[in-house]
């Protein structure tokens, strides 16, 4: 798949070379949420060694980010039940526009542009009618929203474009919360954990459900592959004490297959898949968990557990060239790879849930 970058060198050799283009950010490699020492809540865009090149803050807790395709610019989502996500100028971190959804609705802290970067879509919750929503905005005309039309699911979590057609996958997490009720989980009698196929358009294309006896399994974050594979990472509402899988593949019109499901060290991650991420060539998977204070590293081809790595607090993942870049709480950057772990960046910052790649 074409990388931002690649696709800033054939803007450079185009007529379009006169836009502004994420080189003039710094080529940031990472976007992370995160608090300050003071507990301020900010945006930042990291650099591939960890250094912070800017920041913007947030009037809340943020949760994840996306970066427009072409323009140096990134949306900042809030934290569930959040109500904001900031438009960020990545150039010097200034503000472009705040985003808000409409009543009866909050945003679920992720979201992505489409391909050509003309569209914002956000996951969101229609608390009033219990269902979820994909809001759609116009990132062309100055991010004013246009419609929405169903996620295919409740409690709309993650969200990806596919790699292997037109569309995106949605993670519906399969919970009903509603703000009155903080987040109190309303429907764990029935819940139905699902992963949704759309086009960009809203048309359902494809779903999967997990079966019955994982239905506890919340869906909730995606990785996906160049070949289309879709990784995703769950969190269990069940038993705590049962050991299940945290992590899985999936493709349309196949079963899904999951990790590690006859490891006993999947107890370790305590029930709650953090993030997930594909390594570069898309051989492992790996999933974080910052209530177990571990990444586990699984082959995508055996499903076989390889390695767990104690990291304290840490959730954030991404791929890196020699394998894993992961962020913590502790306000560490650090990267994996088979021949070890090594610490970045340390930052006087406790980054938050996901770290977002730019490369």
């Not at 200034?94 to 808000?100: K, V």
């Not at 991650?269 to 898309?282: H, I, K, M, Q, R």
């Not at 590293?297 to 890196?320: F, H, K």
Request: proline share 6%; glycine share 14%.
């Amino acid at each position: 798949m074409t990388t931002r970058r690649g696709f800033l060198a054939g803007l450079m050799a185009s007529t379009l070379t006169s836009q502004a283009s994420w080189a003039g950010a710094g080529s940031p490699a990472f976007l992370s949420a995160g608090k300050d020492a003071g507990g301020a809540f900010l945006l930042a865009g990291l650099s591939d060694t960890g250094g912070i090149l800017f920041r913007h803050p947030l009037p809340g807790r943020g949760h994840a980010a996306a970066a427009h395709p072409v323009r140096p610019e990134a949306v900042a989502f809030a934290r569930r039940p959040g109500r904001f996500a900031d438009v960020i100028d990545c150039r010097s971190g200034a503000a472009i526009a705040r985003l808000e959804p409409p009543a009866g609705h909050h945003f679920y802290g992720h979201g992505t542009f489409s391909p050509d970067g003309r569209r914002l879509f956000t996951t969101e919750n229609d608390y009033e009618n219990a269902r979820g929503v994909i809001g759609v905005w116009d990132a062309a005309g100055g991010y004013r929203r246009i419609t929405a039309f169903s996620s295919g699911g409740i409690g709309p979590h993650d969200m990806a474009l596919r790699r292997d057609a037109p569309g995106m996958v949605v993670a519906n997490g399969g919970i009903e919360t509603h703000p009155d009720s903080g987040r109190a989980k309303l429907n764990l009698a029935d819940m139905r954990p699902n992963l949704s196929y759309l086009s960009l358009e809203g048309e359902l294309q494809a779903q999967m459900e997990l079966p019955q006896e994982l239905r506890l399994n919340s869906i909730r974050h995606l990785a996906v592959r160049a070949d289309g594979t879709v990784g995703f990472a769950m969190q269990w509402q069940g038993d705590p004490g049962e050991q299940l899988p945290a992590a899985g593949l999936h493709r349309p019109g196949t079963a899904p297959r999951l990790m590690a499901e006859d490891d006993v060290r999947v107890l370790n991650l305590n029930g709650y898949g953090g993030s997930a991420a594909f390594s570069a060539d898309g051989s492992r998977i790996g999933v974080t968990s910052p209530r177990g204070g571990v990444l586990q590293i699984m082959d995508t081809v055996s499903g076989a557990l390889l390695r767990e790595i104690r990291m304290r607090d840490v959730c954030g993942l991404a791929p890196s060239a020699g394998g894993f870049t992961a962020s913590t709480g502790t306000g560490r950057l650090i990267t994996v790879s088979d021949t070890g772990q090594t610490v970045l960046h340390r930052a006087d910052l406790a980054w938050d849930n996901h770290l977002i790649p730019l490369i």
